[in-house]
């Protein structure tokens, strides 16, 4: 096994303010070691789309990508997103690439069959989707790659893809050449035993808990989802995985850092 790889994906509420977004880079930018920064930028793409009156359509909290949102999803996720943050990172002494899929036939997908909804342009993950020597080569050379959210299915099509997948698709990829860790930040301080309680953060939690933390109801809603790709990770060969506050990530290292999600 290679050395460590930190596999970070930062949250659309951080990446909507400016200043935690700054706050977060400068930390990320600090953490030692090999890393991939992974992105979305939805808030952002739905204003953007507004103002050329293009409306956003979402079913279940999930975008609807036409040909139109297609456009600006890569606009924003690729363009304007991808190269503040890379830019950042430049100013705070992190030699950042900024990628779609299709750069370096990163990550390739495939557009999500129609059944009960027709998502568009949304591309889904195969379990072959990631392309680990061009990710090594970036990494080898000393560059830390930014993600965004859009990937290709190979035939020239770009595709709208969730950035908490493409994160779980990284790590368990590269984990045949790296011990990976993935982490999430978000804004909460982790996965809380009592949601009205920031500082009640649950340190660690093992596969044969979670259920019960669901039964129990101190896991519901969207966090649900969040962890079951989390312990889906771990079971595909992730060393670790962790959720906690974007503004609390210089704690990682140290061992402080929201919740760690242990296999059984």
């Not at 080569?137 to 190979?154: D, M, Q």
């Not at 019960?212 to 771990?234: C, R, W």
């Amino acid at each position: 096994m290679g050395s460590v790889l930190n596999i970070i994906k930062i949250g659309g509420n951080v990446i909507d303010d400016e200043e935690q977004l700054q706050s977060f880079l400068e930390k990320f930018a600090a953490l030692q070691g090999k890393k991939i920064l992974v992105h979305g930028g939805g808030k952002i793409a739905t204003r953007v789309a507004s103002g050329l009156g293009i409306e956003a359509k979402m079913v279940n909290g999930r975008r609807i990508t036409d040909e139109a949102m297609l456009d600006v999803v890569t606009m924003v996720y690729a363009g304007l997103t991808n190269k503040k943050v890379v830019s950042s990172l430049q100013k705070f002494g992190c030699d950042a690439v900024g990628l779609s899929g299709a750069d370096g036939n990163t990550i390739k997908a495939v557009k999500r069959p129609v059944k009960e909804i027709d998502y568009g342009y949304v591309g889904d993950i195969l379990v072959d989707s990631v392309n680990l020597l061009s990710i090594k080569k970036f990494l080898e050379a000393g560059f830390t790659p930014v993600f965004s959210a859009i990937t290709h299915n190979g035939l020239g099509q770009l595709l709208n893809t969730n950035a908490d997948t493409i994160a779980s698709a990284l790590a368990v990829s590269l984990s045949k050449i790296f011990e990976t860790r993935l982490i999430y930040c978000f804004e909460k301080n982790g996965v809380l035993r009592d949601v009205e309680d920031p500082n009640s953060v649950i340190k660690s939690i093992h596969a044969d808990e979670f259920q019960q933390l669901v039964d129990s109801g101190t896991i519901y809603e969207g966090m649900i989802p969040k962890l079951e790709n989390a312990f889906h990770a771990i079971g595909k060969g992730v060393k670790n995985v962790y959720i906690g506050n974007a503004l609390n990530l210089h704690l990682y290292q140290q061992g402080e850092f929201g919740t760690c999600l242990l296999g059984k």
